[in-house]
């Protein structure tokens, strides 16, 4: 069972920054694509990010395109997500989620939280106008 844990939420001024976080003590980790949903209150978990194999790919919901930023650190089994330039409809609660790369033969990064294995607890953003 992997374990997730994600951390670097935290209150913002709009226009601000931050990075959050996604660790796991388990080196399986990086045979594993990583993903990055949010949840505002209210509303349904939706994706933010994706970052497959050693980050040669990565993929990216049309509305944090350009702001956002996802990377991993084989070494430290570490997701990173940097969120820049945060705007009041970016609050929300961050899960970063796994599954395992070759479950698919497609290859292509899921942005369907079904598809996602395992699931940390969530990290609250809070952007302020």
């Known amino acids: 069972q992997m374990q997730l844990r994600e951390s670097g939420g935290g209150l913002v001024q709009a226009g601000g920054s931050l990075r959050l976080s996604c660790t796991t003590s388990?080196?399986?980790?990086?045979?594993?694509?990583v993903g990055w949903f949010r949840q505002a209150q209210g509303k349904e978990r939706e994706f933010v990010a994706a970052?497959?194999?050693?980050?040669?790919?990565?993929r990216y919901q049309d509305a944090v395109q350009g702001r956002f930023a996802v990377s991993r650190d084989s070494i430290d089994y570490t997701v990173y997500l940097q969120m820049n330039n945060l705007k009041p409809e970016d609050t929300a609660i961050y899960y970063c989620?796994?599954?395992?790369?070759?479950?698919?033969?497609?290859?292509?990064?899921?942005?369907?939280?079904?598809?996602?294995?395992?699931w940390g607890q969530g990290t609250q953003v809070t952007v302020s106008s």
């Open positions: 970052v497959g194999l050693r980050g040669m790919t990565t």
């Open positions: 388990i080196g399986a980790f990086n045979n594993y694509a």
């Open positions: 989620a796994a599954y395992f790369y070759y479950k698919t033969t497609t290859y292509t990064l899921s942005d369907s939280p079904p598809y996602y294995d395992f």
